[in-house]
């Protein structure tokens, strides 16, 4: 079993960058794919981006693919979101939740077992 926690989010101006980190308990955590997900006020969680345990491979959504970045150290038990030219429309909380999937990275919440409290990222215009 595998604990995230979400920190690293706040408030910036379009085009800023912010790093986002989810640490997450467990002697396990290689094992385990790990995602971003994304709630904005009245719309539903939405897949962000997703590396899979040994991080050989990554996936994002098509909204986000070549402004984000997701990494992650296994010895750290720690996995990032790098989010640079930051949008007003990027304005959510973001959750971070471990997979037990391990042949690809899905991109559906029911797919993740475990997840955060999350940590809120506001852009202003």
């Known amino acids: 079993q595998v604990q995230p926690v979400e920190s690293g989010g706040g408030l910036v101006q379009a085009g800023a960058s912010l790093r986002l980190s989810c640490a997450a308990s467990?002697?396990?955590?290689?094992?385990?794919?790990m995602g971003w997900f994304r709630q904005a006020p009245g719309k539903e969680r939405e897949f962000v981006a997703g590396?899979?345990?040994?991080?050989?491979?990554?996936s994002y959504a098509d909204t986000v693919k070549g402004r984000f970045t997701i990494s992650r150290d296994n010895a750290k038990n720690t996995v990032y979101l790098q989010m640079n030219g930051l949008k007003p429309e990027d304005t959510a909380v973001y959750y971070c939740?471990?997979?037990?999937?391990?042949?690809?990275?899905?991109?559906?919440?029911?797919?993740?077992?475990?997840w955060g409290q999350g940590t809120q990222v506001t852009v202003s215009s």
């Open positions: 939740a471990a997979s037990g999937v391990a042949i690809y990275v899905p991109t559906t919440m029911t797919a993740y077992p475990y």
């Open positions: 467990g002697r396990t955590f290689s094992s385990y794919t």
């Open positions: 590396i899979r345990g040994v991080g050989d491979l990554t």
